[in-house]
């Protein structure tokens, strides 16, 4: 069974940083594309950023709000994703979920961007 | 940037066929992929490459793709398949991935 467990949410003010983490089981992790997609309090969907799989370059991509602040990583060793969010602004406040290329998803994590 | 269309909400009562559009200009190139989020909940997935289902959904959610419309179709819904509802599609350069609005589904 796919298990996606994301962690690293929290409060954090204006322009900080925060690094979130996605816990991968069940599957070949090293084998995956992998996603994070997040929701804004009460709104819809946003596609945040992809990263191939390792075999396949381990490219990433991501939505033109986030880019040159965030920056999607993984540890195929320890089965890992990081989503490193850089220049946090309030608009960036949502519960990010963690993904295999869009498919099986995690429970998500709240990212809370005030002062 | 691309954009995908949904109605804003859909309301049936119990046994009928509730549809779900999403209009997209690069649908007639692009697979749509379907998500049912319930409140409170992850968002799971439905339907993808337009027409199929994955294991474990049932056999009442289908998919389909005209033109620059793709539809999420519940036949015979029920109360628990109230949700909210989301298309996911790219544009045709497969460089812009985006989620439709949502749709509201009401079933009583």
């Known amino acids: 069974e796919v298990q996606l467990v994301e962690s690293g949410g929290g409060l954090v003010k204006p322009g900080g940083s925060l690094r979130l983490s996605c816990a991968a089981s069940?599957?070949?992790?090293?084998?995956?594309?992998m996603t994070w997609v997040r929701q804004a309090p009460g709104k819809g969907l946003e596609w945040v950023g992809r990263?191939?799989?390792?075999?396949?370059?381990?490219?990433?991509d991501y939505a033109i709000s986030v880019k040159d602040r965030f920056t999607i990583s993984r540890d195929d060793s320890k089965s890992i994703l990081y989503l490193q969010m850089n220049s946090l602004k309030p608009e960036d406040t949502a519960v990010y979920y963690c993904t295999t290329n869009l498919r099986d998803w995690g429970q998500g994590t709240l990212v809370t961007v005030s002062s | 940037s691309y954009e995908l269309t949904q109605p804003p909400s859909v309301s049936v009562s119990p046994g009928q066929t509730a549809r779900i559009t999403c209009s997209g200009d690069a649908l007639p190139k692009k697979y749509a992929y379907w998500y049912q989020q319930r409140s409170g909940q992850a968002p799971l997935l439905v339907i993808y490459e337009d027409i199929k289902r994955p294991s474990g959904i049932p056999e009442r959610f289908s998919g389909s793709s005209s033109g620059t419309m793709a539809t999420l179709t519940i036949s015979g819904a029920q109360v628990e398949d109230e949700a909210d509802y989301y298309c996911?599609?790219?544009?045709?350069?497969?460089?812009?991935?985006?989620f439709g609005g949502g749709t509201k589904l009401t079933v009583l």
């Open positions: 069940g599957f070949t992790f090293s084998n995956a594309w």
């Open positions: 990263i191939k799989s390792t075999p396949d370059g381990g490219t990433t």
């Open positions: 996911f599609s790219t544009d045709s350069s497969g460089d812009d991935r985006v």
